[in-house]
T-cell receptor, first 113, second 114 residues
Framework: GQQLNQSPQSMFIQEGEDVSMNCTSS?????WLWYKQDPGEGPVLLIA?????ELTSNGRLTAQFGITRKDSFLNISASIPSDVGIYFC?????????????FGKGTKLSVKP | NAGVTQTPKFQVLKTGQSMTLQCAQD?????MYWYRQDPGMGLRLIYY???????DKGEVPNGYNVSRLNKREFSLRLESAAPSQTSVYFC?????????????FGSGTRLTVV
């Protein structure tokens, strides 16, 4: 089945640093989404992308839908402590026969000790 | 707005016991899902219901059953719990005609099987 490779698996951030993570797939998706999961909570949608090449921002977050439709990246600028958590990418082909989201395994952001 | 509500939040079971995880959404979504989350494994789909009256297997359905009771409610049942089913379970819902809204998740049920 379809799989998403999300990297890095984990990273440490220092307040003020910029953070980048990405997601790649062997299959094409029509939609890419990025979620954040705070400890003890369910994932919450951050950004949704629907067009190849699309660049979308949500505050300090910027995400891009790769032109090949097989990848996406998420940048966080000027990180703050509340950015810690697990970030998931997800791809979907809504309108297709199934329309389910396929999730990456997550990137865990922690604060540098 | 409650969104997606899961009960219970925590549960400890003995091996072989059964239980049902409850999920309800108040967003009038057609589709509902059950995922499990294990460290390093991300979110794995157990079962989903594309619309009321239908259910389908996901990636890891073995050991589970589901019931789409009505449009609002989608329950997950463990008939004979095993330690391998220790996990955090998330229910989610979505509207297929509104892809940019993605899924709305509940806050999870943390299940330990001893």
């Amino acid at each position: 089945g379809q799989q998403l490779n999300q990297s890095p698996q984990s990273m440490f951030i220092q307040e003020g640093e910029d953070v980048s993570m990405n997601c790649t797939s062997s299959s094409i998706f029509n939609t890419w989404l990025w979620y954040k999961q705070d400890p003890g909570e369910g994932p919450v949608l951050l950004i949704a992308l629907y067009k190849a090449g699309e660049l979308t921002s949500n505050g300090r977050l910027t995400a891009q839908f790769g032109i090949t439709r097989k990848d996406s990246f998420l940048n966080i600028s000027a990180s703050i402590p509340s950015d810690v958590g697990i970030y998931f990418c997800a791809g979907s082909n809504y309108g297709g026969s199934q329309g389910n989201l396929i999730f990456g395994k997550g990137t865990k952001l922690s604060v540098k000790p | 707005n409650a969104g997606v509500t899961q009960t219970p939040k925590f549960q400890v079971l003995k091996t072989g016991q059964s239980m049902t995880l409850q999920c309800a959404q108040d967003m009038n979504h057609n589709s509902m899902y059950w995922y499990r989350q294990d460290p390093g494994m991300g979110l794995r789909l157990i079962y989903y219901s594309a619309s009321e009256g239908t259910t389908d297997k996901g990636e890891v359905p073995n050991g589970y059953n589901v019931s789409r009771l009505n449009k609002r409610e989608f329950s997950l049942r463990l008939e004979s719990a095993a330690p391998s089913q220790t996990s955090v379970y998330f229910c989610a819902s979505s509207e297929r005609t509104d892809p940019l809204r993605g899924y709305t998740f509940g806050s999870g049920t943390r299940l330990t099987v001893v």
